[in-house]
């Protein structure tokens, strides 16, 4: 039996993120760290109420602050791609998980374990199964089944952001169109229906599609609306009698789910094919005016930007929590075999929330 692997969440949130990168954890394999985590916070931190719920691990204060600020992160990563354990060049670490997002998950372990009088009561989330198809996600889980954890003033979640407040985030949505034909032989098309051909009205409709831009509180969403899977045909010589397109529409959370749809459906107006609704998550307005989430913005310098693509705020945001993305590193390497992050931008971030969540920085 191997040794209990044991974290320090007293070291440099430098150090702690190579430890939490050091163990792996794709999706679905997330025991052995979920383990150290629990162990961690039950023996370096007090005044946390802990639970284990399978391989997530909760914890909170219950100091009867006015105010309570959630800090959640997963602690899956993508498949390793020979990249643990992690290596540090310099100023900058390397490793599977150093972006997306356990270098998140080390500033918020940090703080709970350095933190003697926070400002806010705390509530710590790190789940599982994020990496992953929706339904097994860990923070859908906990919402379902323990609801009380989910409320809060604010929500930090400390998904890849370059150090920057990325507030609320883009809804998707997922369209199969299905064109169908005749099935016959290539040397004698005039006997069958080219399905394939039939896409055509919609890809004309896509390229010549104009986004719209949106500026919501500050934060400007750009939106898309793009074919990203195409499939028709089932031989060299067969005229194909099925063909389908996938399009994925990235709205602007100023847009309901709804809304999505019918903007999709006025886009494809007359293009004569079947169409069905695939996927769908709902967008999260910024919320950024909510005291909790101004106090952030104030201590973090007042910058901030629009989040492109979807993450657990819209959870939150849909339980009527503000939320923001605010983590370290460039989520353009998020999930690449060279994923890496500076550590400067580690050490900002914790300097950051250490200011945000002390008594002295005030919500």
């Not at 105010?67 to 643990?84: C, E, K, M, Q, S």
């Not at 933190?115 to 789940?127: G, K, W």
């Not at 989430?293 to 657990?312: C, H, I, P, Q, S």
Request: hydrophobic share 40%; aromatic share 6%.
């Amino acid at each position: 039996m191997s040794a209990p692997i044991t974290l320090d969440l007293h070291a440099d949130p430098v150090d702690l993120t190579a430890a939490l990168v050091d163990v792996p954890s794709v999706s679905r394999d997330e025991a052995a760290l979920a383990d150290a985590v629990e162990s961690a916070l039950r023996e370096q931190t007090s005044g946390f109420e802990i639970v284990r719920f399978g391989d997530a691990v909760l914890a909170r204060t219950s100091r009867g602050l006015p105010t309570r600020v959630i800090l959640a992160g997963h602690l899956d990563t993508v498949p390793i791609a020979d990249n643990v354990p992690s290596r540090r060049e310099g100023d900058v670490l390397y490793g599977c998980g150093t972006v997306d997002m356990k270098s998140g998950d080390a500033v918020f372990l940090h703080l709970a374990a350095t933190i003697a009088e926070p400002n806010a009561d705390l509530t710590l989330i790190f789940y599982d199964c994020e990496e992953i198809e929706a339904s097994a996600n860990g923070l859908g889980r906990i919402e379902r089944e323990m609801p009380e954890w989910l409320r809060g003033d604010v929500a930090i979640l400390g998904e890849p952001s370059g150090g920057f407040i990325e507030a609320g985030c883009q809804g998707t949505l997922r369209v199969r169109f299905t064109a169908s034909g005749t099935r016959a032989h290539s040397a004698r098309s005039w006997l069958g229906d080219n399905a394939v051909h039939k896409l055509g009205p919609l890809f004309e409709r896509l390229a010549a599609y104009e986004p719209r831009s949106v500026d919501i509180d500050g934060c400007v969403y750009r939106e898309g609306l793009q074919a990203v899977r195409v499939s028709g045909g089932v031989a060299g010589n067969v005229v194909p009698d099925e063909a389908f397109v996938d399009v994925n529409f990235r709205f602007a959370p100023d847009r309901s789910v709804e809304q999505a749809i019918e903007h999709v459906r006025e886009v494809t107006a007359g293009v004569d094919l079947a169409v069905e609704v695939t996927d769908r998550s709902p967008g999260a307005l910024p919320g950024l005016a909510a005291p909790a989430a101004a106090a952030l913005v104030t201590a973090a310098g007042g910058e901030f930007r629009a989040k492109y693509g979807w993450t657990d705020v819209s959870r939150f945001s849909a339980l009527g929590i503000p939320a923001v993305n605010y983590g370290p590193g460039d989520p353009n390497l998020a999930h690449k075999r060279d994923e890496h992050v500076p550590v400067g931008q580690i050490t900002d971030v914790a300097d950051v929330l250490r200011r945000y969540l002390t008594v002295t920085g005030g919500h």
